[in-house]
């Protein structure tokens, strides 16, 4: 079965400070990978999308990264803002299936 | 405004009451799909369509229906509504998942069943 696993769970940093999520999927073959950002009772925002041959993906302050030998993917949050408080999700695409492989997310709490 | 539009935003019903959330997208794409997401276990895929009259089940597609008779609409059924689907519902649409097109997202339904 398709998984996607994101760690941690949750972690909290003071605003001003980077971050590194982390995704690490079994999908194989892939098509793309995805990261979103969900903020509290809303629906998710895309950040990037990233294909199989794509290394990295800057979008502002956020850059994804993904190692495809690995099965890995990470975002990295650059000077981290209040508004940053939200929820990131991992999605996987199959190249052969139309379901999507979704991660648990990773909810990040910035603090004054 | 390109946008994906849910209704209602919240729902409180009683077991066993017929409901319908209504879905619809203005970008003309092409796959649409709903999910349901709990604390601690993320977003599901509860149905999805590649296109019209095309649609398949997704991870958790027990006690839901859909269809896709038009390419803009796509509700969500739940014949005999049960507490365990007490959840916050998300329909969102792509001109497709192989490409590098982005999901878009409703604002999401809450529903309570009781």
């Known amino acids: 079965k398709n998984q996607v696993e994101q760690s941690p769970q949750s972690l909290i940093i003071l605003e001003g400070k980077n971050c590194t999520l982390q995704?690490?999927?079994?999908?194989?073959?892939?098509?793309?990978l995805r990261w979103y950002k969900q903020d509290t009772g809303r629906g998710p925002v895309s950040l990037t999308i990233?294909?199989?041959?794509?290394n990295t993906k800057s979008n502002g302050r956020y850059t994804a990264t993904l190692d495809a030998d690995t099965k890995q993917s990470s975002l990295h949050i650059t000077a981290s803002q209040l508004s940053d408080s939200a929820s990131y999700i991992c999605?996987?695409?199959?190249?052969?299936?139309?379901?999507?492989?979704f991660g648990a997310g990773t909810t990040v709490t910035v603090r004054a | 405004e390109a946008q994906v539009t849910q209704n209602p935003r919240y729902l409180i019903t009683v077991t066993g009451k017929k409901l319908t959330v209504t879905c619809s997208q203005n970008?003309?794409?092409?796959?649409m799909s709903w999910y349901r997401q709990d604390p601690g276990l993320g977003l599901r895929q509860i149905y999805y369509?590649?296109?019209?009259?095309?649609?398949d089940k997704g991870d958790v597609p027990e006690g839901y229906k859909v269809s896709r008779k038009e390419k803009r609409n796509f509700p969500l059924i739940l014949e005999s509504p049960s507490p365990n689907q007490t959840s916050l519902y998300f329909c969102?649409?792509?001109?497709?998942?192989?490409?590098?097109?982005?999901?878009?997202f409703g604002n999401g339904t809450r529903l309570t069943v009781t």
């Open positions: 969102a649409s792509t001109w497709g998942i192989t490409y590098n097109s982005p999901l878009h």
């Open positions: 995704c690490n999927y079994t999908v194989s073959p892939f098509s793309n």
């Open positions: 990233m294909t199989f041959s794509e």
């Open positions: 999605v996987v695409s199959p190249l052969d299936d139309y379901k999507l492989s």
């Open positions: 970008m003309n794409h092409e796959y």
């Open positions: 369509s590649m296109n019209v009259e095309v649609t």
